[in-house]
């Protein structure tokens, strides 16, 4: 199957700092998915992107997929203690299969 | 509507046993996954069940089996516990369609082997 590598594997930032998180396949991706844990709780689909070098937008997240779709980021714009979490990218399990295999996430920590 | 519903939260096994986890997706998902969750090795696929036929699996020992009945709700059953097997069991429900498929995720089952 597809396997997504992703960096950092943990950021300290201060809250109002901005966070990136990267995600890199060796191959091309039909689709990819990011998800948050939050401390003690279960993964929660943000968004699928599909298309080549696509962005959206949800309110601070801003989400890309690159031009070759082997690669994706996550930035979030001036962090908030809310955004402590796990964010997870994930590709598909096979070619154009719906499901998500994860890369190993990237722990946001937020000091007030 | 209700959302992905495992059951039990959490459980002790001992080594050599064996557990059973249940899912009942959400209303109207006809396809179930499965994963396991450790520190050490992140979110691992385990299999997937659509319509009742596991659809995919992953890299895991046959002590690692499940099912899904005709409601959709869903099992995952570990034999002869191992200490590694100790782990957060993840399920999550989806409609089982390629494009515009959302899939979430229940709260989890922490297994723990002694």
């Known amino acids: 199957g597809q396997q997504v590598m992703q960096i950092p594997q943990y950021q300290h930032v201060q809250e109002g700092e901005d966070f990136t998180t990267y995600c890199n396949s060796s191959?091309?991706?039909?689709?990819i998915q990011w998800y948050k844990q939050r401390p003690g709780g279960h993964p929660v689909f943000l968004i699928q992107l599909v298309k080549s070098g696509e962005v959206k937008k949800q309110k601070r997240l801003t989400f890309q997929f690159g031009e070759a779709k082997k690669n994706s980021s996550l930035h979030i714009t001036a962090t908030q203690t809310t955004d402590v979490g796990t964010y997870f990218c994930?590709?598909?399990?096979?070619?154009?299969?719906?499901?998500?295999?994860f890369g190993r996430g990237t722990s946001l920590i937020v000091h007030p | 509507k209700a959302g992905v519903t495992q059951t039990p939260r959490y459980l002790i096994k001992t080594r050599g046993q064996q557990v059973t986890l249940s899912c009942s997706p959400i209303?109207?998902?006809?396809?179930v996954s499965w994963y396991q969750q450790t520190p050490g090795q992140g979110l691992q696929f385990l299999f997937e069940y659509f319509s009742e036929t596991q659809r995919n699996k992953g890299n895991f020992p046959g002590r690692f089996s499940g099912r899904q009945f005709s409601n959709s709700r869903s099992e995952m059953n570990v034999s002869t516990l191992e200490l590694g097997d100790s782990a957060l069991y993840l399920c999550a429900s989806s409609l089982g369609r390629a494009s515009g498929n959302t899939i979430y995720f229940g709260e989890g089952s922490w297994l723990t082997v002694v």
């Open positions: 994930a590709g598909p399990l096979t070619g154009g299969s719906y499901i998500p295999t």
């Open positions: 191959t091309t991706l039909s689709n």
């Open positions: 209303s109207g998902h006809r396809s």
